[in-house]
């Protein structure tokens, strides 16, 4: 069975909650970026090398760190995938090759990416943490949530590990736990808008529509706040019409 357009749009939240743990952040809580021509600059750099040392894989590595920041993550994958075929598999490059897997649309490399760095570097907060989204996007909800759960006692504050638990039990049906993880974020001024819509998605799978739709409303126009509530609804129904459907053939 493949998810519909609410499913892949409640999906990429997570994926933007993931990536967004690892940024850089601003003052005010948003990512940084390197200029356009910077980029451009240590992605060309960063290419010679590699084609200069192609069984190098401190290279590599450097080569998909580059292509990574300028959005060239299909380039990304390659020399992240010839890095850890040269050796060795760092914990570092197995993340950062989940992370890429995450971001192409693969969770069943980015699992067995996850799953080799947890054996290289155990309880790291960003390996249980990709781990999680990984296992969650594979529908394997309940050792997701085991990943997601200890990420979270090691960093109890993280809206990134938050939101990524909260989508887990709103998969399995169990959208009350997922608002108990995220209520905070109704209180918390500071919260980021992402924490926020999470909670929302988990209020209207929950029957709170009202209430999702005040939280929506502290980050965005009235319209806007009912289009992606109704996108949360259609989301919530394709889950329990998918669950009760049973496992796909």
């Keep these: 069975m493949q998810p519909g357009p609410a499913v892949c749009r409640a999906a990429l939240l997570v994926l933007a909650l993931l990536v967004a743990g690892c940024a850089t952040q601003r003052p005010d809580g948003t990512p940084s970026q390197a200029a356009p021509e910077a980029m451009t600059g240590d992605l060309l750099g960063a290419r010679a090398a590699a084609r200069a040392r192609p069984n ?36 570092d490059r197995l993340v950062l090759q989940g992370r890429l897997a995450l971001q192409l649309s693969d969770p069943v490399k980015a699992e ?3 799953a080799a760095a947890e054996v290289a570097s155990p309880n790291r907060v960003e390996v249980l943490n990709g781990a999680g989204v990984a296992l969650g996007l594979l529908g394997r909800n309940a050792e997701a949530e085991t990943k997601l759960r200890a990420a979270l006692a090691q960093r109890p504050g993280d ?24 209520a905070d974020a ?8 992402r924490a926020k819509q999470n909670l929302a998605l988990a209020l209207v799978a929950s029957g ?42």
């Design 56 to 91: 190098d894989a401190a290279a590599q590595t450097i080569l998909a760190e580059a292509a990574l920041s300028a959005g060239a993550l299909p380039e990304a994958q390659t020399a992240i995938d010839r890095a850890i075929a040269i050796g060795p598999a760092t914990a």
């Design 112 to 114: 067995a990416a996850y």
């Design 159 to 182: 809206w990134v590990i938050r939101g990524n638990l909260a989508f887990v039990l709103v998969n399995a049906e169990n959208a009350r736990a997922a608002v108990a993880v995220l």
């Design 186 to 193: 109704e209180r918390d001024a500071a919260a980021p808008s």
């Design 208 to 249: 709170e529509r009202d209430r999702a739709l005040r939280v929506l409303r502290t980050d965005m126009g009235r319209v806007e706040a009912i289009e992606l509530a109704n996108a949360f609804a259609r989301y919530a129904e394709g889950v329990r019409d998918q669950r009760a459907a049973g496992p796909a053939q």
